[in-house]
T-cell receptor, first 110, second 113 residues
Framework: KNEVEQSPQNLTAQEGEFITINCSYS?????LHWLQQHPGGGIVSLFM???GKKKHGRLIATINIQEKHSSLHITASHPRDSAVYIC????????????FGKGTKLSVIP | NAGVMQNPRHLVRRRGQEARLRCSPV?????VYWYRQLPEEGLKFMVY????????ESGMPKERFSAEFPKEGPSILRIQQVVRGDSAAYFC???????????FGSGTRLTVV
């Protein structure tokens, strides 16, 4: 079982819809990252979270440390949001390796 | 230096040749990480370096792969005698410290023919 599980694996949405991507992990962590990867493209770091909630534009990320769960929300989705969204966790202090989920492929249709 | 610079973006090598991948971290970042993304798989940690030191290479294959981060110049990931299974996207990330956020590069896509 992967230490980081994402759901769904694939997601198709109509433009304007509210989108939620989930990430569950099984180890104690010091931080959780949400990353975005466009096809054939590089990786962009969207958020780094250790508690609570962060917002940037139409993107919102939340984390519940007790439940070992995080969500990435996209409000008013747009075709340019189409990408793979990756959850990655950094284990508790003393380790520096990121462990990645397999990603959620999002397609937003006009 | 706005971000992590990786070059080349695409690299084609014949089996048995050497591949050299370069990564220039964000200015001021002294921590560099290399990750590999195999087709249809998630990213996997390979190696973590600080200037002139390899801190953790537990994710790197024992043979044919090596990495360095010299005092001057970019970090280099070197793959000797490449095989088809080495075909992947190789990403570099840098940070200012172990607890800092990461900045990723655009990756080098290696194709072994």
């Amino acid at each position: 079982k992967n230490e980081v599980e994402q759901s769904p694996q694939n997601l198709t949405a109509q433009e304007g819809e509210f989108i939620t991507i989930n990430c569950s992990y099984s180890v104690g962590i010091s931080a959780l990252h949400w990353l975005q990867q466009h096809p054939g493209g590089g990786i962009v770091s969207l958020f780094m979270l250790s508690s609570g909630k962060k917002k940037h534009g139409r993107l919102i990320a939340t984390i519940n440390i007790q439940e070992k769960h995080s969500s990435l929300h996209i409000t008013a989705s747009h075709p340019r949001d189409s990408a793979v969204y990756i959850c990655a966790v950094k284990p508790e202090a003393g380790s520096y390796q990121l462990t990645f989920g397999k990603g959620t492929k999002l397609s937003v249709i006009p | 230096n706005a971000g992590v610079m990786q070059n080349p973006r695409h690299l084609v090598r014949r089996r048995g040749q050497e591949a050299r991948l370069r990564c220039s971290p964000v200015k001021g970042h002294s921590h560099v990480y290399w990750y590999r993304q195999l087709p249809e798989e998630g990213l996997k940690f390979m190696v973590y370096l600080q200037k002139e030191n390899i801190i953790d290479e537990s994710g790197m294959p024992k043979e044919r792969f090596s990495a360095e981060f010299p005092k001057e110049g970019p970090s280099i990931l070197r793959i000797q005698q490449v095989v088809r299974g080495d075909s992947a996207a190789y990403f570099c990330a840098s940070s200012s410290g172990q607890n800092g956020g990461y900045t990723f590069g655009s990756g080098t896509r290696l194709t072994v023919v």
